[in-house]
């Protein structure tokens, strides 16, 4: 069974950086893609940044030169830095992996950026 388990969130001010993963049951090289989204209250989930097995990146323009997406295949694990956090980037942060034609989702961490 698929398993993605995201961690990382918490409160930080404005300006701040962050670090959040997203540990994969198995290598993370099994997925095609493995993109992190974020949901901000009353608002509807966003794309944030996504990353394919044969290396290309995408971002969205809101984060571009803020967030790095990357992957560590010997820890299992998917991170996306933040830094020069922003109040707009308030919200609860999702990943998700595509493979043999099913997309797995994680259950979510909560970023909250505020002074």
């Known amino acids: 069974q698929v398993q993605l388990v995201e961690s990382g969130g918490c409160l930080v001010q404005p300006g701040g950086s962050l670090r959040l993963s997203c540990a994969a049951s198995?290598?993370?090289?099994?997925?095609?893609?493995m993109t992190w989204y974020r949901q901000a209250l009353g608002k509807q989930r966003e794309f944030v940044a996504s990353?394919?097995?044969?290396?290309?990146?995408n971002y969205a323009d809101s984060v571009k030169g803020r967030f790095t997406i990357s992957g560590d295949n010997a820890k299992n694990t998917l991170y996306l830095q933040m830094n020069s956090l922003k109040p707009d980037d308030t919200a609860v942060y999702y990943c998700?992996?595509?493979?043999?034609?099913?997309?797995?989702w994680g259950q979510g961490t909560q970023v909250t950026v505020s002074s």
């Open positions: 990353v394919m097995v044969t290396g290309p990146t």
């Open positions: 198995g290598s993370i090289f099994s997925f095609y893609s």
């Open positions: 998700n992996g595509g493979r043999d034609g099913a997309l797995y």
